[in-house]
């Protein structure tokens, strides 16, 4: 951004862009003015006292997580692990390729999840898209190690101003998991309509939702 003349930018994300965004803010801070997201995927630690004080509504969150793991998670499992495998396979096929996004995009209007295939099938990205999944799991392997064998572990809180607007029936983000990870989230907002495509469901709503956060840097 700063080689194309911006000196100031904020940095936007859904799905992948979630996790993407905030680590933007966290490379170039002085030059970050926010990130806003759709997502805050922070989990738990694994200290049992995260664990003690759940609300409810948090456990409801975290058991729809680990649902959707469960019964939907394939996809991750196949795509960290064997990405070439499958690269070659959504290469060959139209039809396959649609098929692979419509097992988490069926309910969506057919033209969208169409035309979201067509955009990898037109460019020829498929396999490396999937690259992102395999280098997250190398990335986790990595730390994994580092942690059992004592070295400082993580890069702290991101410090950038951060927003969240999250949609009843996508993956609902915890607030003090969040925080943990996010030293200054400003603007956090729960909407009852749209879903984890919100800004093709709701277009509106999501688009002043970040006119809003911007706005009030």
């Known amino acids: 951004m700063r080689r194309l003349g ?3 930018y904020g940095a936007v994300g859904n799905d992948g862009g979630s996790m993407i965004s905030p680590e933007v803010g966290r490379l170039d801070p002085e030059h970050v003015v926010g990130v806003h997201v759709t997502q805050l995927f922070s989990f738990p630690s694994g200290d049992p006292a995260e664990m003690a004080d759940l609300s409810e509504e948090e456990q409801a969150a975290l058991a729809h997580l680990g649902w959707f793991w469960e019964n939907i998670g394939a996809f991750n499992v196949l795509q960290s ?4 495998t499958l690269a070659h396979a959504l290469a060959d096929s139209p039809a396959g390729l649609l098929g692979w ?3 988490l995009m069926g309910d969506l209007d057919p033209g969208f999840v169409v035309a979201n295939a067509a955009v990898y099938w037109l460019t020829g990205t498929q396999g490396s898209a999937l690259r992102l999944y395999r280098e997250n799991a190398i990335a986790q392997q990595r730390a994994a190690a580092g942690a059992s ?3 400082a572990g993580g ?13 009843t029936g996508d993956f609902a983000s915890i607030r003090r998991f969040a925080e943990r990870d996010h030293a200054d989230i400003r603007q956090w907002t729960t909407y009852e309509r749209g879903g984890h495509f919100a800004a093709y469901l709701e ?3 999501t688009a002043g939702d970040v006119v809003r956060f911007f706005d009030a840097l």
Do not use: D, S, W
């Open 6 to 8: 911006y000196e100031r």
């Open 81 to 84: 692990q064997q990405p070439q």
């Open 101 to 103: 996004h419509a097992q």
């Open 149 to 151: 064998e004592g070295e």
């Open 155 to 167: 890069a702290g809180p991101t410090t950038v101003p951060i927003a969240l607007a999250q949609a």
């Open 203 to 205: 277009p509106q709503q």
